[in-house]
């Protein structure tokens, strides 16, 4: 039933008609009205199913803006099927199986339009139908915004999904409609959908933010084209492409979304130009599969909130990057897997934390012209198979330039490494690589370093001002040719290159002021350069196992670490006398709570082993699951890589290591890192000593499920809960060392305190002892601060009144 009238105005020729009249329902006045009609609707709320059918005006009143309800309590409220005109009205539905507004043929035109609904559809446009939709508002908490399908089209412009309980905007069937300044926001699906072949959406200006899933979604044949547009905040990815996508987007923004900026797949295609990626938690682009692709041009992909590489190609996908700025993040550039291949032109990396390139698993990059700056490592190509080239690309304030490892073969030519911390060109452990007419500057160590026999080649290169030397080639392998340093101005100055530890190579005079280094065919080590077997660790073992010993408790943890420091000293002796010596294997499995003193008894370790020549430098690397464990498929082993080198010469400790292998893995990448912390420890069993920790049942579980890693740890040592007295002993340490002293009565109340406190899982032993004393400590604070002159004893006594409540 209506609330108010309809009048129709008939502006046709057609004598037998009536000019003017008014009706009761909305009905009525379509049934009686003609193409070119107008139908003034009054004031109200009409509970009527309207179909429109011919080429006439609807639109409320004069002055009646948003006051015309068409609110049925079932089915479509509006269909249209004709080229009509339909202005300023509000459009409810209630039918979570029928749209709102149904536009089913013609090229009608809607405007100033208000569908607030609870229905399958906002504004359904289909068979083909065309469409123009000026300043409208779609409210539909239940379901989509805006479905086109089915070969249709339409022009929307200055539009917006203020909400949709699925998509904002969904092209699928063929469909093709355009959006112009349009604003798609609070949906619970993607921002702007397409999917099918055929299926296309143009959008210029328009904006996608707080979106609960992607802002933009991509999938089976359709394709996009987006210009000027923003997508923002987001609760998936920015962008997604799947299944033979194509997408281009131009002077784009996509920003603050916690997962990837855009994540393409399965062949899919995207074009990017001018467009920044920035405020992404995962990966600025994430490439995925054989045949799809990635082209961007003058773009720029910055700020990471996250820790993982701007982009990222993988599973044989392909990117080229041209102009681009790739800064502020993690890692810049991941290529991982035979048959990914990122080329990259004229572009620029810096501001990178960890490494701006890193080349894996068979994957190929190619640099030209590019710059990279501010990096922990400007490339590394880090396995067998994996390559590319480097051209003309200029390196600087790393801490290395270039690292080839593991069988990697990459090509460098017309490269320049200026000032990094280490080297400037870094081969070791099988890799090999071709170096020609580069140069290394202001190195904080070697300009070129090849280790490990690597069979590397350099022509042509230069170094100058590096401070350990131009270069250093520890075993034979290397072959250079026309190389040249100014390292013989510091050779004339000083001892001869040999002597210290550099390359036993002629040194040729050459003209003032520039004399150089030049290197022979095949370069090597001298005989007198040979490293020593013991480095000094700063401290003798007698002196680190007096601190073992003056640690609160731990008595069968001392007698264990004791034993097999003598089992290595008594081995260390036996071969210096030309006898055998029993092979002792020095990784370590540590059990017990939390606060026992794993890592202060970890660390010591690596300091006696390197007192006693065993490590280099015994220093101690700790390490967690989330340290090793990557979110992609290849990056856990890239990241227990990193891990294993970090600790060369020392101590990697992985604490709680149990987390690697959980009880329910399933897909769980932690298999991955065990298995590549068991070959590494195989391939380079003398550099690094593994110490596995964790509660005493978990780690019995780890090592049963896991025989691989069983078979490499000879001696579990138990960490037992600490007693009341040990922990009473440990605040007694903590008072004289911070110059506090227990008062009467402390002591048996600490006593008392230890031996009532509960010992569930949150109990942290010596860590609990250490909170103790810092809670006394913050109690006789406040009851000292109250005394008008307090005495030395007030400043410095303990008593029972000072510790905290019960836990």
Not at 22 to 34: F, P, R, V
Not at 130 to 145: A, K, L
Not at 628 to 640: M, N
């Amino acid at each position: 039933m209506a609330q108010g009238s309809v009048q129709v105005t008939h502006t046709g020729t057609a004598r037998w008609r009536r000019r003017t009249g008014e009706y009761d329902s909305l009905a009525s006045a379509l049934e009686a009205a003609a193409d070119g009609d107008v139908l003034s609707v009054a004031p109200g709320t009409y509970r009527e199913n309207l179909i429109v059918t011919r080429a006439i005006t609807l639109r409320g009143t004069e002055g009646s803006r948003g006051m015309v309800r068409i609110a049925p309590t079932e089915g479509v409220a509006l269909t249209v099927r004709a080229s009509a005109s339909v202005l300023d009205l509000h459009i409810e539905g209630q039918d979570a199986a029928a749209p709102a507004l149904l536009v089913e043929d013609g090229a009608p035109e809607l405007a100033d339009l208000r569908i607030s609904t609870r229905s399958a559809a906002g504004i359904e446009v289909r068979g083909g139908s065309r469409p123009t939709v000026r300043r409208c508002t779609v409210d539909n908490p239940d379901g989509i915004g805006i479905s086109v399908l089915d070969g249709s089209g339409g022009f929307f412009e200055d539009c917006e999904v203020v909400a949709a309980g699925q998509s904002g905007v969904t092209v699928r069937g063929g469909a093709h409609p355009r959006l112009e300044r349009c604003r798609v926001h609070h949906s619970s699906g993607a921002g702007l959908s397409m999917t099918g072949e055929g299926s296309s959406l143009e959008a210029i200006g328009c904006e996608v933010y707080e979106i609960r899933g992607a802002g933009v979604q991509v999938s089976a044949r359709a394709a996009g084209h987006l210009t000027d547009c923003q997508v923002h905040r987001t609760s998936g990815d920015g962008v997604t492409l799947d299944t033979d996508a194509v997408l281009a987007l131009v002077d784009c923004d996509i920003h603050d979304v916690p997962e990837n900026g855009v994540d393409l797949r399965s062949r899919s295609v995207l074009s990017m130009t001018r467009c920044a990626v920035r405020r992404f938690g995962r990966n600025g682009l994430s490439v995925w599969d054989p045949g799809t692709r990635v082209e961007a041009d003058r773009s720029d992909i910055h700020e990471s909130t996250g820790d993982y590489p701007a982009v990222w190609v993988s599973d044989g996908a392909s990117a080229v990057l041209g102009a681009c700025r790739v800064r502020d993040v993690p890692d810049a550039l991941f290529v991982l897997d035979r048959g990914s291949v990122v080329d990259v032109v004229d572009s620029d990396l810096a501001q990178v934390r960890n490494t701006a390139v890193s080349v894996s698993d068979g994957a190929t990059a190619r640099l030209e012209d590019c710059r990279i700056r501010e990096a922990g490592t400007g490339a590394w190509f880090r396995d067998h198979g994996s390559g590319g080239a480097l051209l003309d690309c200029a390196i600087d304030a790393t801490a290395t330039g270039v690292i080839v490892t593991k069988g990697a073969d990459p090509t460098m030519e017309r490269c320049v490494v200026s000032s990094p911390a280490e080297a400037g060109f870094y081969v070791s452990a099988g890799g090999r690589g071709t170096f020609h007419d580069c140069r290394v500057t202001g190195s904080g160590g070697y300009g070129f370093h090849v280790i490990d026999g690597c069979r590397t080649t350099l022509t042509r290169c230069r170094t100058e001002r590096c401070a350990r030397g131009g270069y250093e080639f520890a075993e034979p392998g290397t072959v250079s040719e026309g190389c040249t340093s100014d390292e013989s101005v510091t050779a004339v100055a000083g001892a001869p290159m040999a002597a210290r530890g550099r390359l036993s190579a002629p040194v040729v005079e050459a003209a003032p002021p520039a004399p150089v280094l030049s290197v022979g065919v095949p370069l090597q080590r001298s005989p007198d350069d040979a490293v020593p077997a013991a480095c000094d660790s700063g401290r003798p073992a007698a002196t680190v196992l007096g601190e073992l010993d003056a640690l609160v408790g731990l008595d069968s943890v001392k007698r264990e670490v004791r034993a097999l420091t003598d089992m290595i000293e008594v081995g260390r002796r036996r071969q210096e006398a030309g006898l055998k010596a029993a092979s002792v294997r020095r990784h370590l499995v540590f059990t017990g709570s939390p606060g026992t003193g794993k890592t202060t008894v970890a660390r010591l370790y690596g300091e006696i082993l390197a007192s006693l020549g065993v490590l280099e430098s015994g220093h101690l690397v700790e390490v967690s699951r989330v340290d090793l464990v990557g979110e992609h498929i290849g990056s856990t082993a890239i990241r227990t890589q990193e891990a294993f080198d970090r600790a060369r010469g020392g101590v990697l400790f992985i604490d709680e290591a149990y987390a690697l292998s959980p009880e329910d893995s399933g897909r769980d990448f932690g298999r991955e890192a065990i298995d590549t912390l068991v070959k590494l420890m195989e391939d380079h069993r003398d550099a690094v000593v593994v110490i596995v920790a964790g509660y005493t049942a978990e780690m019995q579980r780890f090592l049963t499920v896991n025989p691989g890693v069983a078979s490499r740890f000879s001696r579990t040592i138990t960490f037992s809960d600490y007693a009341p007295e040990e922990l009473l002993r440990i605040v007694e340490q903590q008072a004289v060392e911070h110059e506090y002293r227990i008062g009467a009565g402390a002591a048996d109340a600490l006593l008392t305190y230890f031996t009532a406190i509960p010992k569930g899982p949150a109990f942290g032993n010596g860590r609990t002892a250490r909170q103790t004393f810092e809670a006394m400590v913050e109690r006789h604070a406040g009851r000292v601060a109250q005394l008008a002159e307090p005495t030395t004893d007030d400043l410095t006594l303990l008593y029972p009144e000072d510790l905290p409540s019960l836990p």
